[in-house]
C-alpha cells in the first residue's frame, strides 16, 4: 500500500524499523513478536488488554461483536488514558526508539 503512493524502491514490509516516504514523511514499523505480525495494542501488558468495559472484552479486529466486544478507539479512551499513570509502557521501547532513530535521521539532513 505504501509503496504504491511512494516512489521507494526498498520492499516496505516490516523488516526495517522504519521506511523513508518523501520530504519528511516516514513511517515507523510496528515490531514483529515471535516473527508474528502485531498491531501496537500488543505491546501493552496482557492485563492491560484484558481489562472490561461495561462487561465487554476488548478485540483489536475490524469487525468485532458489539454485544461483547469493544474496540480501539474505546481501549484508548476508556482503558489507556484512563489508566495511563498505572499503566507500565514499557514494552513500547522498540518502538519509540525506532521514533527517535526518524527524528536523529531527519535531524542529520541538511
Known sequence: ????????????????????????????????????????????????????LHGKVFSGKDQLDPATQYGKHHFAEYVVKRKQKEIDFAGFTEILARSVSVLDVYAAKP
Open 1 to 52: 500500500m505504501i509503496k504504491d503512493v511512494s516512489s521507494s524502491k526498498v520492499a516496505i514490509d516490516g523488516s526495517e524499523s522504519f521506511y523513508h516516504i518523501i520530504d519528511n514523511l516516514y513511517v515507523v514499523a510496528v515490531p514483529r513478536l515471535g516473527g508474528k505480525s502485531t498491531t501496537i495494542e500488543d505491546f501493552f501488558d496482557p492485563a492491560v488488554r484484558k481489562e472490561q
